[in-house]
């Protein structure tokens, strides 16, 4: 094996994880950080104790609160990008067009709508990018547990990049050269598990209300608006079948490690979004990209009822009963 000179930007759960595995990996890691106490606390303890407190980081993880210098130890290597969707653009604006570049965040830039690749090739159109997505909890890949991710670029060199520096025996990277349907199943799958998290939080409290017939709809349909506006922007169909489309949607719908889940069982409880969001603690992408999502599709022309319903439930204009009642009592036609 290469050794390979990795970045991380970003000491979140994700970037920690990753940082993590690459440093595990036997490659020269750097994991940048804003907060200087924090990650001197964390160089002391060598534990991410906001994050991910039950795993230790590898001796030879290098921590920084210094950006410029963590951009400077990538050099050729590899730089990723595990900020929220909305530090995506600050971030890359601060890189050397030189440096090839991965991001994690998933979702559609609030404000512009536009997606990763689409900030990216207007900020650095000369820069080598792509996304590193896929069904993934934080914790179970810091943790080493069995993980597939894909890795999309239309720079098929930077794809297998991203496999040298990550694939091992329990984390398995796939390239795919379609960032645009990997970026839309990333973006949309958080607002189904948010559908989601309602439907089996109404289920959870009363014996009429929607089961698991009603979960299994929700997230075939959310599947379905996924890969519609998908094709509008410009993906290709099989990327929905693959990790980032119908895996990653399954996990974030499902899984009880999901923030966005949890924010649709809270909210089936009854809980206001506000209380809901100090609750968590955490970004849930979610709640923010959802109605980017639905203006993004409707320029497109695309019908997504259930994101459409989303957000009138975010917005306090449907009660969460309703936005399950009114997705069910649609009426028939092709599937």
Not at 133 to 147: D, I, W, Y
Not at 242 to 265: I, Y
Request: glycine share 12%.
């Amino acid at each position: 094996m290469t050794t390979m000179k990795i970045s991380v930007l970003g000491a979140g759960a994700w970037g920690t994880a990753l940082a993590i595995q690459a440093a595990q990996a036997g490659h020269d890691v750097r994991l940048w950080g804003r907060d200087a106490a924090a990650i001197e606390a964390m160089q002391a303890s060598r534990r991410n104790a906001a994050y991910l407190p039950d795993s230790e980081l590898p001796a030879s993880l290098g921590l920084t609160a210094d950006r410029q210098a963590a951009i400077a130890h990538a050099g050729e290597g590899l730089t990723i990008i595990a900020t929220p969707m909305s530090g995506l653009r600050e971030t890359l604006a601060a890189l050397p067009s030189t440096q090839r570049v991965l991001w994690l965040c998933k979702g559609f830039e609030a404000g512009t709508g536009r997606l990763g690749h689409e900030i990216a090739r207007e900020l650095q159109p000369a820069m080598r990018v792509g996304i590193l997505s896929g069904p993934s909890f934080a914790q179970e890949v810091a943790a080493g547990r069995p993980t597939a991710l894909v890795a999309a670029s239309e720079d098929t060199e930077l794809a297998q990049a991203a496999v040298d520096a990550f694939h091992g025996e329990r984390l398995r990277v796939y390239t795919s050269g379609d960032p645009v349907g990997v970026e839309v199943g990333g973006a949309v799958k958080n607002v189904m598990a948010i559908a989601v998290g309602v439907c089996d939080g109404l289920s959870a409290a009363a014996p009429d209300a929607p089961g698991l017939n009603a979960r299994a709809a929700l997230i075939t349909r959310g599947l379905a608006e996924m890969l519609r506006l998908g094709l509008a922007l410009g993906a290709k169909a099989e990327t929905f079948m693959g990790l980032s489309g119908l895996g990653d949607l399954v996990l974030t719908a499902t899984g009880d490690l999901s923030r966005n889940r949890r924010v649709g069982l809270m909210l089936a409880q009854g809980l206001a979004l506000p209380q809901i969001l100090q609750r968590l603690g955490h970004v849930a992408e979610g709640v923010y990209s959802a109605p980017t999502v639905l203006a993004r599709a409707r320029e497109a022309g695309v019908e997504m009822p259930i994101t459409e319903g989303m957000v009138a439930l975010l917005d306090g204009r449907l009660r969460v009963g309703e936005a399950v009642e009114r997705l069910m009592s649609r009426d028939a036609r092709a599937e």
